[in-house]
């Protein structure tokens, strides 16, 4: 019997051994659900049938047969959102782009989990469906707003999981229960279908147990939507070398609210990295944190009403009272102070950006110090707010962020690290996080299994050529065989640089995608998967490629230039523009092909 918890790696060598199937998978799952015995976690479930029935028939993308649980304010067709509000509950008649391209890179949606009501909190328990535990320590928050999708990870329940990040919703549960949450680069995930909080400043996040699962969930979603008005090309890149100029709170800056035991952990970290062969540089937060009280102090807390104001207006009374509270105090704020706001946080990036000239990274405590049940029964503002310390500035000055477990405190207590860096850069953060997720010697989530061995990066071998592809080529669709057939073997899924343009060619029979590169700023980002075939392989696949199609050089987002397929430009003239779709496998999802 294959042992879980599992990470994405220990799946697929799993399904590839036979020692477990997709279907096994989901009995699995659905058995530590039960007993794990909380029902705050999850909302809503799939029938466990319905995902079995699912199994047997996935497509075998990056994350195929990988069980993942979405935060409720995230939409799943056949599922209601909720935003822990029963009064908000509707059935959501379609996926949200992400949790679209979860089934087309092959992943099982197990069901949606618990949240602080509109994902306004960061402590878990402003819910009216309950207060998760926190799975190391029940006297401790779980944190929040992703306070289910983080327990359901750290529980060992599924091994991925989608949260959002407005304020610190994807790194301070992550910090709470002593996993991995990677706040992407705003824009880099498309939030349609997503319920706003503050829409310009929100992302969905990703949950695992380790930095190379969270890059892997990262890694499939990413990627330029054209019909999400806040979405944009970000490249994803791909892990290398850790970055050796640490930026980290000088003596001014350091806050853990007298915690001792807090502290010295964060000290201890901080040894770790300089035994990595980090320089830390001593930076002034200051004006980071500036940028932070004008999240909830300033008019972006108007976001948060115009993202329900229909709602509120009608029905004030169905909201959690801490909720509605925070809310409110957006009635204060007038249009000038809206743009005073916007005037301020343009002078403190400014102020800001030449920190960035010094280091590769910043490293501060996901969190000053870890809050209690009790301590927010008695206090449902003050503690809440304190744990934002390092996390509420990160969004508002558009930067990305690694939330890892580190060494726990004296008393067993969490006390995780962040790792931050300016927007694009998020692959430059998975290999120092996941080196100090090891140096701290802390296990997965809460299930005491350790870390497994560092995974070995995904390329080709010295007597391999790569390959991508970007359409019936793709994993699961009817060509892949040609692929496969010649032992092929998968190596990663990626997007292209936003240069090019994918049209579905005319012609007799099913449609046939043809990729053309474009001149720079005209063209979008588009998925791609990278495969490794021997050389002699290689010549014969290119020999069967009809015209206009071709091989030339692609170049994509993780900064590889692989061979792949190109189409003469001649051979587009009667073709439709399918670019939108940002890929060939959902252009078919969306009915198209």
Request: glycine residues 10%; contains cysteine.
């Amino acid at each position: 019997m294959t042992d879980f918890p599992l990470t994405l790696a220990q799946y697929r060598e799993a399904y590839a051994s036979g020692a477990l199937t997709p279907a096994q998978a989901v009995r699995e799952v659905y058995r530590r659900i039960a007993a794990h015995d909380d029902p705050a976690v999850f909302l809503a479930l799939r029938p466990e049938a319905e995902v079995a029935a699912e199994a047997a028939d996935l497509p075998t993308g990056p994350l195929h047969g990988i069980p993942v649980a979405v935060k409720d304010n995230i939409d799943v067709a056949g599922l209601p959102t909720t935003c822990a509000c029963p009064d908000y509950a509707r059935p959501a008649a379609q996926d949200a782009a992400v949790v679209a391209r979860l089934r087309q890179a092959g992943a099982l949606i197990i069901g949606k989990t618990n949240l602080d009501q509109f994902a306004t909190g960061l402590v878990g328990m402003r819910s009216p469906y309950g207060v998760p535990r926190n799975t190391l320590d029940p006297a401790l928050v779980p944190g929040g707003s992703s306070s289910g999708s983080a327990v359901a990870v750290a529980a060992g329940l599924v091994p991925l999981a989608l949260g959002t990040d407005t304020a610190g919703s994807g790194r301070v549960p992550a910090g709470l229960n002593n996993i991995v949450g990677l706040k992407p680069t705003l824009g880099a995930l498309s939030t349609r279908g997503v319920v706003p909080a503050c829409r310009t400043l929100d992302c969905v996040s990703v949950f695992a147990l380790t930095a190379a699962d969270a890059f892997a969930g990262f890694s499939a979603l990413a990627g330029f939507d054209a019909a999400d008005p806040f979405s944009r090309p970000v490249p994803v890149g791909r892990p290398g070398p850790h970055p050796r100029r640490i930026g980290v709170p000088d003596a001014a800056s350091r806050r853990f609210a007298g915690d001792v035991l807090s502290e010295a952990a964060f000290d201890a970290a901080l040894a770790d990295l300089e035994a990595l062969g980090a320089t830390l540089v001593p930076v002034d937060l200051t004006p980071f944190f500036a940028a932070a009280a004008l999240l909830y102090d300033g008019p972006w807390v108007a976001e948060r009403w115009e993202a329900i104001r229909g709602f509120i207006t009608a029905r004030p009374e169905a909201l959690h009272p801490v909720t509605r509270a925070i809310t409110e105090r957006a009635t204060a704020f007038s249009a000038a102070d809206a743009f005073a706001g916007r005037y301020r946080l343009a002078e403190l990036r400014r102020v800001t950006e030449p920190v960035w000239h010094a280091i590769d990274a910043l490293c501060v405590p996901t969190f000053p110090r870890p809050q209690t049940v009790a301590a927010l029964a008695a206090d449902p503002i003050g503690p809440n707010a304190e744990l934002g310390t390092y996390t509420n500035f990160v969004n508002l000055l558009d930067l990305c962020a690694l939330s890892v477990p580190s060494r726990p405190r004296a008393d067993g207590r969490p006390a995780g690290l962040t790792l931050i860096a300016p927007a694009g850069r998020d692959a430059a953060l998975i290999a120092l996080g996941d080196a100090l997720h090891r140096a701290g010697g802390t296990p997965m989530g809460a299930t005491g299994a350790p870390l497994p061995s560092a995974p070995e990066p995904a390329s080709a071998g010295a007597d391999e050529i790569e390959l991508a592809v970007v359409g019936a080529h793709l994993s699961g669709l009817p060509l892949n065989g040609e692929l496969t057939g010649l032992g092929a073997r998968l190596l990663r899924a990626v997007a292209t640089t936003p240069d090019y343009r994918l049209f579905a060619l005319p012609g007799a029979g099913p449609r046939r995608p043809g990729l053309v590169r474009v001149e720079e700023g005209t063209g979008t980002a588009i998925a791609t998967e990278v495969w490794a075939l021997a050389p002699e392989a290689f010549g014969r696949f290119v020999a069967a490629i009809p015209a206009p199609l071709g091989i030339g050089t692609l170049r994509l987002s993780d900064g590889t230039t692989p061979k792949g397929f190109l189409c003469e430009p001649e051979g587009t003239r009667e073709a439709e523009d399918v670019s939108r779709h940002g890929g060939w496998r959902a252009y078919l999802a969306a009915g198209r092909g």
